[in-house]
């Protein structure tokens, strides 16, 4: 299973952050898990929330740039090893991983969130291996 | 031996006499471009104007004016004066098909070139006893060529360094004992920085003067220059269209620059209306070519703006000064020594897919240009990896290179965040202060 998220493209620009999370906040969008990747002139911020369609609306009515991905989010043991063993099937099955985040479930337990380069044969991949990917119920 | 002049005899005649030489010169060129460019002869006819209606200089205004889009309608060869069996040379300046200019030159014309850039060189003070180091790009642009070829003609030692690789230019100006150094200013200013870097002051090279053109530079830079390698900074004026650097030069005075008038017959005028100005007022700068062959433009217009003064120079030049240009009138830049029009630009960004929503900032930081280009991103260019976004700001700078011959900082930015202007649009921001 996969989940959506979100991408907003935010220019390295004074306040340009703030503005995106206050109109955020302002259209009472409740954000379950957000992560920053950035560069010297402009940074990606990823969501994942609860309505993903209408807010990935929401936000393009606001004019920003956004893009909605389908992305793979694992459930996490709390022990030793679980994110090497994640990753090891997954080099395993020669896909790339362009970035991961973790974040915590309101329903309790961690996940981490992985963008790869192909979602089905990582899919399998995990699958095979006995590994749960997680779908938008499970963390909603 | 030590020359004041490199050409006294032209570099000091007196104003009649070289308005009589104008004259004559005039009249054989007017007839050379009339009989053998057809482009020029139809706007001739158009204007109702013969060679039979040009007696001298004071007919000048009778001819029809050239611009930059007769160059790019006549491209490469419909201005061309003389059979190419006859040219031994062309010059080009960078930028695309449209923009670019080639310009084309048989013998005469280039020692014509090389002389005026002797005389630049001369009046440095310059001689047989210097070592001059040519930091200009060599190859199609004109200042590695010119200054080149005007170094040999003065009987200077020439280090054809062209330019780049600043300690190595260092080591040889300090192991050879360069005495001129020619280059833009701005790599000038860069060489000043490095000797400093590498822990050497003005007293570890034997530099006296330098003459510093192809970009817009001001009496400050002037000073900071000047300071950082202990010597006397000139300025040379010249294009592509009427040869080179060597048009103008300036002479020990630093209070304009002398413009080489037994070959460049210069006028101001409005540059909305074409109208002639008087001696003193400020407008567009155009040349005339008297004597070369190969490529005669006739009125050809500069864009740049500036103020001509014929007054008794304290160099006993009797040659008419032109002030540095105080900007143009067009929209062209100067950025690192090369011609920048904002249309290169936008062709780029259209051809790249973006849209033309963009805003192109020109800086000066530490006595070099920088040159920022915003665009916005349309919606389905935008990928969430950092990845993707970095590899369209390479793609898209190194398109730009490829296109003007410098390099830009991309910076790819949300669509709609660029300010929309009611009016004309505000594509270009030029933070430089660049004419006193």
Same mark, same amino acid.
């Given at each position: 299973?996969t989940?959506?998220?979100?991408?907003?493209?935010?220019?390295n620009?004074?306040?340009?952050l703030?503005?995106?999370?206050?109109?955020?906040?302002d259209h009472?969008?409740?954000?379950k898990?957000?992560?920053?990747?950035?560069?010297?002139d402009?940074?990606?911020?990823?969501?994942i929330c609860?309505n993903p369609?209408e807010?990935?609306e929401i936000?393009?009515e606001g004019?920003y740039?956004?893009?909605?991905?389908n992305?793979l989010a694992? $459930?996490?043991a709390?022990k030793?090893?679980t994110?090497a063993?994640i990753? !090891?099937?997954? =080099? &395993?099955a020669?896909?790339d991983?362009?970035?991961?985040?973790a974040?915590? $479930?309101?329903?309790?337990?961690?996940?981490?969130?992985?963008?790869?380069? !192909?979602?089905? =044969? &990582?899919?399998a991949?995990?699958?095979?291996?006995?590994?749960h990917?997680a $779908?938008?119920?499970?963390?909603f | 031996m030590l020359?004041r002049?490199f050409?006294?005899e032209?570099?000091?005649?007196?104003?009649?006499?070289?308005k009589?030489?104008?004259?004559k010169?005039?009249v054989?060129q007017?007839?050379h471009?009339?009989?053998?460019?057809?482009y020029?002869?139809?706007k001739?006819?158009e204007?109702?104007v013969t060679?039979?209606?040009?007696?001298g200089v004071?007919?000048?205004?009778?001819l029809p004016?050239?611009?930059?889009s007769?160059?790019?309608?006549?491209?490469?060869?419909?201005?061309?004066?003389?059979?190419l069996?006859e040219?031994?040379?062309?010059q080009s300046?960078s930028?695309t098909?449209g923009r670019?200019?080639?310009?084309?030159y048989?013998?005469?014309?280039?020692?014509?070139?090389e002389?005026?850039?002797?005389?630049?060189?001369?009046a440095?003070g310059?001689?047989?006893e210097?070592?001059?180091?040519?930091?200009?790009g060599?190859?199609?642009?004109?200042?590695?060529?010119?200054?080149?070829?005007g170094?040999?003609?003065?009987g200077?030692?020439?280090?054809?360094?062209?330019?780049?690789?600043t300690?190595r230019?260092?080591q040889f100006?300090r192991?050879?004992?360069?005495t001129?150094?020619c280059?833009?200013?701005?790599?000038?200013a860069?060489i000043?920085?490095t000797l400093?870097?590498?822990?050497?002051?003005?007293?570890?090279?034997d530099?006296?003067?330098?003459?510093?053109?192809?970009?817009?530079?001001?009496e400050?830079?002037?000073?900071?220059?000047?300071?950082?390698?202990?010597?006397?900074?000139y300025?040379?004026?010249?294009?592509?269209?009427?040869s080179?650097p060597?048009v103008?030069?300036?002479?020990e005075?630093?209070?304009?620059m002398?413009i080489?008038?037994?070959?460049?017959?210069?006028?101001?005028?409005?540059p909305?209306?074409g109208?002639?100005?008087?001696?003193?007022?400020?407008g567009?700068l155009?040349?005339t070519?008297l004597?070369?062959?190969a490529?005669p433009?006739?009125?050809?217009?500069?864009?740049d703006?500036?103020v001509?003064?014929?007054?008794?120079?304290s160099?006993?030049?009797t040659?008419?000064?032109?002030?540095?240009?105080?900007?143009?009138?067009?929209?062209?830049?100067?950025?690192r020594g090369?011609?920048?029009?904002?249309?290169?630009?936008e062709?780029?960004?259209l051809?790249?897919?973006?849209?033309a929503?963009?805003?192109i900032?020109?800086?000066?930081?530490?006595?070099?240009d920088?040159?920022?280009?915003?665009?916005?991103l349309?919606?389905?260019?935008?990928?969430?990896?950092m990845?993707?976004i970095e590899?369209?700001?390479?793609k898209l700078?190194?398109?730009?290179?490829?296109?003007?011959?410098i390099s830009?900082?991309v910076?790819l930015v949300s669509?709609?965040s660029?300010?929309?202007?009611?009016?004309?649009?505000v594509r270009?921001i030029?933070k430089?202060k660049?004419?006193?």
């Open positions: 299973m989940i959506k998220q979100i991408s907003v493209y935010i220019e620009r004074k306040g340009r703030a503005e995106a999370t206050r109109y955020i906040a009472q969008i409740n954000l898990a957000l992560s920053i990747a950035d560069s010297q402009f940074g990606i911020l990823r969501l609860e369609q807010t990935n936000l393009r004019g740039l956004t893009r909605l991905n992305v694992v $459930s996490i709390d030793p090893g994110l063993g990753l !090891d099937v997954l =080099a &395993a020669e896909v991983v362009e970035y991961t985040y974040f915590l $479930s309101s329903k309790g337990g961690a996940y981490m969130i992985f963008r790869v380069t !192909d979602n089905a =044969a &990582a899919q991949a995990l699958d095979a291996s006995g590994i990917t $779908s938008q119920e499970d963390i | 020359k002049y050409q006294p032209i570099e000091t005649m007196s104003p009649e006499d070289i009589a030489l104008q004259s010169l005039l054989q007017v007839r471009v009339y009989e053998n460019v057809a020029y002869r139809a001739m006819d204007a109702g060679p039979d209606d040009i007696h004071e007919d000048l205004y009778k004016f050239l611009s930059k007769d160059l790019r309608d006549a491209y490469p060869y419909g201005l061309l004066a003389k059979p069996s040219c031994v040379r062309i300046t930028g098909t670019r200019v080639v310009s084309f048989t013998q005469h014309d280039v020692d014509l070139w002389e005026c850039c002797a005389r630049a060189i001369v440095t310059g001689s047989s210097d070592v001059c180091q040519v930091a200009y060599y190859g199609l642009f004109t200042g590695g060529a010119g200054l080149n070829g170094s040999h003609k003065v200077c030692l020439t280090l054809p360094m062209s330019s780049g690789n300690e230019q260092i100006m192991d050879l004992h360069s001129i150094l280059c833009t200013p701005s790599y000038a860069y000043g920085e400093k870097d590498m822990g050497l002051t003005p007293d570890d090279i530099l006296k003067a330098g003459i510093f053109g192809a970009e817009p530079w001001t400050e830079m002037r000073h900071d220059i000047e300071k950082s390698l202990g010597i006397k900074a300025d040379i004026y010249g294009l592509t269209e009427t080179g060597g103008a030069f300036e002479c005075a630093q209070d304009g002398h080489n008038e037994d070959h460049f017959l210069a006028e101001i005028i409005d909305d209306t109208e002639v100005l008087p001696e003193g007022s400020k567009e155009v040349f070519s004597d070369k062959e490529f433009l006739l009125r050809y217009r500069t864009r703006i500036c001509l003064h014929r007054e008794k120079c160099c006993g030049r040659l008419i000064k032109m002030s540095k240009p105080m900007g143009r009138s067009d929209d062209m830049m100067i950025i090369v011609n920048v029009f904002p249309s290169q630009i062709t780029v960004l051809k790249e897919g973006y849209a929503n963009y805003l900032e020109v800086d000066r930081v530490h006595n070099s920088t040159l920022d280009i915003s665009v916005e349309l919606p389905d260019q935008f990928s969430d990896t990845r993707d590899i369209r700001e390479k700078a190194a398109a730009i290179k490829t296109m003007l011959g830009p900082k910076h669509p709609k660029i300010a929309r202007s009611e009016g004309k649009a270009v030029d430089r660049l004419h006193d």
